[in-house]
């Protein structure tokens, strides 16, 4: 078929125009064609955190009503509850598939932050710019070649050495590094509640805290409803078992980062959650003039100046595969410290920070997923994708025109990572896309990368289920 041609084949008595928006991608990679659902009334949504206010936000403004299902009293009480995160994108020396994605999510990221702080929806931020400090032999070499092949335009990353980084940092520099200027911080706990008061205005936003879901399960259309009934109620696909009682979601998105990857459907996912733990630092004369983000192997960050974390600098952060704590300890503050003195030595003994500089410290988990991408989408039917695709396994390049099934009305927006506050309004947009029938933002590859099935395609090609 030629790539231009409209797809036409028809999945399950549906024709690829009406299920899915994507006239582009081959008939043979049908797994990659996104299912696309009557722009629905009201979506619900479990969460509290970045990934929700981005979703929320965004299908507000599409006229979707949104209900929200928060576990914890207040949002951004989870990965999104830093006092300062850092906001800037991953880029490897070449445009691969990763850097492609968190390029262009940066850019999407900046503009719509601005956007919420210009609507009079203020949260700390300064975009400041970040340095990406070549502390070692191997970062100088690594970094040489990045601005060799020079990949990325200037705007987005330069190479600088040690006398214009320390101009720019405005404190004392050893080394050099790859300067992005337009990167920069936020504190995502306030960026997170503006964002929502900001989708709250559009009058179509509940928000539920003290919700915890603890399953979900499908409600099968009930067929001996009077046509009464039928007209009154909102047709109904998902129930959510709470601590507070039964709610019902004719659409559900799952957003609930790395405290929810054992729920229902949800846990045949590929997730896994990586602790990590930042320490605040209270600001001294020596360091109170940064005027960048650093980044070595963790980041420090500049002080800032909010009502609820002045004159503080966040440094960190740790990364703990197998431990599920929330409870900050001694020993990663510790290790925060050590690693700046091991990375910066020269600045950190000019700081002298001790362990009565630390004003507070904070643990939390984030979701990660195998790539470092995150996953946006329908809900794949696992089992109904090994049924519909077995020859994969035995030739990756298979023809299949079948398009990929999916747990109806069921969709996630999960495995931000290390770098949420990047890649969420991205991700969101996509999310919107899929519900709201809008153009997607990105390339039908991209969409694929970010496609929760990516997974299960690939398990399916390693003989792996
Ligand atoms: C130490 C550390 C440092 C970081 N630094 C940066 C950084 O500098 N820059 C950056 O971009 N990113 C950083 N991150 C990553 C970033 O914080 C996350 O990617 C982002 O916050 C994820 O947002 P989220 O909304 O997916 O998840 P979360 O913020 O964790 O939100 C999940 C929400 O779901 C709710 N929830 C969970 N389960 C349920 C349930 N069963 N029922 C109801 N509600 C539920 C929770 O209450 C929570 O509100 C850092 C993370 C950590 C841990």
Redesign the pocket.
């Known amino acids: 078929m030629n790539k231009k041609q409209k797809l036409s084949f028809k999945p399950d008595g549906m024709t690829c125009s009406e299920q899915f928006n994507d006239i582009n991608v081959e008939c043979k990679s049908g797994y990659k064609l996104r299912p696309k659902i009557i722009k629905p009334q009201h979506v619900s949504i ?7 206010a981005c979703a929320a936000y965004a299908l507000t403004k599409q006229g979707i009503k949104v209900t929200l ?4 009293n207040a ?6 509850s ?1 006092a300062i ?3 800037y994108p991953l880029l490897h020396q070449r445009a691969d598939d990763i850097s492609l994605f968190y390029q262009q999510a940066f850019w999407r990221a900046k503009a719509l932050y601005t956007e919420i702080s210009q609507q009079g929806f203020d949260f700390p931020h300064s975009w400041c710019g970040l340095i990406e400090v070549a502390y070692n032999e191997s970062l100088v070499k690594r970094q040489k070649t990045f601005n060799e092949l020079a990949t990325w335009p200037t705007e987005l990353i330069h190479k600088v050495g040690a006398e214009q980084a320390s101009q720019i940092a405005n404190v004392t520099l050893r080394n050099g590094g790859l300067f992005m200027p337009n990167a920069g911080w936020i504190a ?1 706990q306030e960026l997170v509640k503006q964002m929502v008061s900001a989708a709250k205005t559009t009058g179509k936003l509940t928000v539920n805290t003290n ?4 399953k979900i399960e499908q409600l099968q259309p009930i067929d001996n409803q009077t046509q009464k009934d039928k007209a009154e109620k909102e047709p109904t696909h998902w129930r959510l078992i709470t601590n507070n009682g039964n709610f019902d979601a004719s659409v559900l998105v799952v ?6 990857i054992d ?1 229902d459907f949800i846990k045949q996912l590929p997730f896994t959650s990586v602790q ?3 320490t605040s630092m209270k600001t001294n004369s020596v360091i109170n003039p940064l005027s960048t983000v650093i980044c070595h192997k963790g ?1 420090l960050t500049p002080s800032s100046s909010t009502a609820q974390h002045p004159g503080i600098h966040c440094i ?2 740790t990364f703990k595969k197998n431990n599920t704590s929330t409870i900050a300890t001694k020993e990663d503050d510790e290790y925060n410290l050590k690693m700046l003195s091991s990375c910066l030595p020269d600045l950190a003994k000019d700081i002298n920070w001790t362990e009565q500089d630390i004003s507070a410290s904070k643990a ?4 990660m997923t195998p790539d470092h991408i995150p996953m946006v989408g329908a809900m794949p039917d696992v089992q109904k994708h090994i049924e519909t695709y077995p020859h994969l396994a035995k030739d990756k390049n298979w023809k299949y025109n079948q398009a990929a099934p999916a747990v109806k009305n069921l969709y996630v927006m ?1 495995g ?7 890649s ?1 309004p991205l991700a969101a947009d996509i999310l919107t896309a899929d519900l709201c029938g809008t153009p997607y933002p990105v390339s039908n590859e991209m969409l694929f990368n970010l496609s929760p099935n990516r997974f299960v395609i690939r398990d399916i090609i390693r003989r792996k289920v």
């Open positions: 479990i969460g509290g955190g970045i990934a929700s299902y928060c576990k914890d949002l951004a009480q989870g990965a999104s830093n995160g850092a906001l995502p919700i915890l879901v603890n957003c609930g980062g790395a405290e929810v729920l990590g733990q930042i980041y960190g952060a939390r988990l984030r979701c999960m931000f990572g290390a770098r949420g506050l990047c969420a």
